[in-house]
């Protein structure tokens, strides 16, 4: 029996760690969180309320929670007392073997619980967890008691792993298991000429606005161009502001946030893939986003930055076209000439699908956690239609 430990469990852009239940251990998993909101979609015993209770109760619950695991970070090793008894009990009621921990930081609080339950604790680390919180002092040090500790930490990039490298994870308890995407979800696109598709966070390391500036730059050249943007953020209004300063309001759409069904819809149409990723100022860097393994097996050429774990992905030249951080003007060209020869953008996009088949699965996923985890291996197929449940 495995445990999988996470702050929330319906949280619009983590669909990974709701992949992680679904098809890590079916029926052998029991869940810990603090907010038990969409906890019960998956029909697995669940322990919540941990940490808690709060002491910022009357602010916005996701605010307060987040606030509360800020504050516990400050003033103890771990969770408290209390809620490390619970947690032992409810391991051991359920004879659990191992803990997968979303996140270094929730790994940390809860390192102390795993061990004396006798349980396998092993923390996934994911994006400003493994590249903002090792800035602070106070953190790098509760890192390197975690990671003397925990049996494994999970990465999802080489470039995340090589960056906790750096701050004292040693290298034999490292994995790297990118997240991986159902292929049964997406095929080819039809790519309509003209479309270009960004879909993530409207947030700083993301940087919506420097792929609708890219845009920008080449919509003259091609009049039948438009761009769509799937997500929604603290961005927003200034990408609303920069789209009506390039008089583009008829040529750059905002959906907002959709459901993963709706993005899977605008892959099926689009023609070209885009992403600035950037590292943020206060350190903030991307893994691997799934939306870029998303396009990729929709047989969509990417066109994204030298960003953290995306090279892994993206092979440049071959599956999209790759720049640097910031580099606007490389970025539209390399859109332009994508759009000037769409055969060209149409064999990167085919050759990309091969290669998320061949390594970017979620049954890739599954397997490598399983191996890291010392889990006994599957055969069975994955179960989509229990995938489908958001």
């Given at each position: 029996m495995?445990?999988?430990?996470?702050?929330?469990f319906?949280?619009p852009?983590?669909?990974f760690?709701?992949?992680h239940?679904?098809y890590?251990?079916?029926?052998?998993t029991v869940?810990i969180?603090?907010?038990p909101?969409?906890?019960?979609?998956?029909?697995y015993?669940?322990l919540?309320g941990i940490?808690?209770?709060s002491p910022?109760?009357r602010?916005?619950?996701?605010?307060?929670?987040?606030a509360?695991?800020?504050w516990?970070?400050?003033v103890?090793?771990?969770i408290c007392?209390?809620?490390?008894?619970?947690v032992?009990?409810?391991?051991k009621a359920?004879n659990v073997?191992a803990?997968?921990v979303?996140y270094?930081?929730?790994?940390?609080?809860?390192a102390?619980a795993?061990?004396?339950?006798g349980?396998r604790?092993?923390?996934?680390?994911?994006?400003?967890?493994?590249?903002v919180?090792p800035?602070?002092?106070l953190?790098?040090?509760?890192?390197r008691h975690l990671?003397a500790?925990?049996d494994?930490i999970i990465?999802?990039?080489?470039?995340?792993a090589?960056r906790l490298m750096q701050?004292?994870?040693?290298?034999?308890k490292?994995?790297v298991?990118p997240c991986g995407?159902?292929?049964e979800?997406f095929?080819?696109?039809k790519?309509?000429?003209g479309?270009?598709?960004?879909?993530?966070?409207?947030?700083?390391?993301?940087?919506?606005?420097l792929?609708?500036?890219a845009?920008a730059?080449?919509a003259s050249?091609f009049p039948g161009a438009?761009?769509?943007l799937?997500g929604?953020?603290p961005?927003?209004?200034?990408?609303?502001?920069l789209?009506?300063q390039?008089n583009?309001?008829?040529?750059v759409?905002?959906?907002?946030y959709r459901?993963?069904e709706f993005v899977?819809?605008?892959?099926q149409?689009a023609?070209i893939f885009?992403q600035?990723?950037?590292?943020?100022?206060?350190?903030?860097m991307e893994?691997?986003?799934?939306?870029?393994?998303?396009a990729?097996?929709s047989?969509l050429?990417?066109?994204a930055?030298?960003?953290?774990?995306?090279?892994?992905?993206v092979v440049?030249?071959?599956?999209?076209i790759?720049?640097?951080?910031?580099?606007?003007e490389s970025?539209a060209?390399?859109?332009?000439?994508l759009?000037?020869?769409?055969?060209?953008a149409a064999?990167?996009g085919d050759?990309?699908?091969?290669?998320?088949?061949?390594h970017?699965?979620?049954?890739?996923?599954?397997?490598?956690l399983r191996?890291?985890?010392?889990?006994?291996?599957?055969?069975e197929?994955?179960d989509l239609?229990?995938?489908q449940v958001?």
């Amino acid at each position: 029996m495995i445990a999988v430990v996470s702050q929330f469990f319906n949280t619009p852009s983590e669909t990974f760690i709701r992949d992680h239940v679904r098809y890590l251990s079916p029926g052998k998993t029991v869940l810990i969180c603090q907010n038990p909101g969409g906890a019960d979609q998956f029909g697995y015993p669940v322990l919540s309320g941990i940490p808690g209770p709060s002491p910022f109760g009357r602010l916005p619950s996701r605010i307060a929670s987040r606030a509360h695991l800020a504050w516990l970070a400050y003033v103890r090793e771990g969770i408290c007392r209390s809620d490390e008894d619970r947690v032992v009990e409810f391991f051991k009621a359920h004879n659990v073997d191992a803990a997968l921990v979303e996140y270094l930081t929730i790994g940390a609080l809860f390192a102390r619980a795993c061990r004396r339950a006798g349980v396998r604790l092993y923390a996934h680390a994911h994006g400003a967890d493994s590249t903002v919180m090792p800035r602070k002092h106070l953190w790098r040090r509760r890192y390197r008691h975690l990671f003397a500790s925990a049996d494994g930490i999970i990465t999802p990039s080489r470039f995340i792993a090589d960056r906790l490298m750096q701050i004292g994870c040693p290298h034999e308890k490292l994995h790297v298991s990118p997240c991986g995407i159902l292929p049964e979800r997406f095929t080819a696109s039809k790519r309509e000429s003209g479309r270009l598709l960004v879909v993530g966070r409207f947030v700083e390391k993301k940087s919506p606005h420097l792929a609708i500036e890219a845009f920008a730059r080449i919509a003259s050249r091609f009049p039948g161009a438009r761009l769509d943007l799937v997500g929604d953020g603290p961005l927003m209004a200034q990408c609303k502001a920069l789209v009506r300063q390039q008089n583009l309001s008829d040529r750059v759409i905002f959906h907002g946030y959709r459901s993963s069904e709706f993005v899977q819809g605008m892959m099926q149409n689009a023609a070209i893939f885009v992403q600035h990723s950037v590292t943020a100022r206060n350190g903030d860097m991307e893994g691997l986003p799934v939306s870029i393994l998303e396009a990729m097996a929709s047989a969509l050429p990417v066109v994204a930055t030298r960003h953290s774990g995306i090279p892994e992905a993206v092979v440049d030249g071959e599956t999209g076209i790759l720049v640097e951080e910031h580099d606007i003007e490389s970025m539209a060209e390399a859109i332009a000439g994508l759009l000037a020869e769409p055969h060209r953008a149409a064999k990167m996009g085919d050759v990309g699908r091969q290669r998320v088949l061949d390594h970017f699965t979620q049954r890739h996923t599954r397997d490598r956690l399983r191996h890291a985890m010392v889990l006994p291996a599957m055969a069975e197929p994955l179960d989509l239609a229990e995938g489908q449940v958001q």
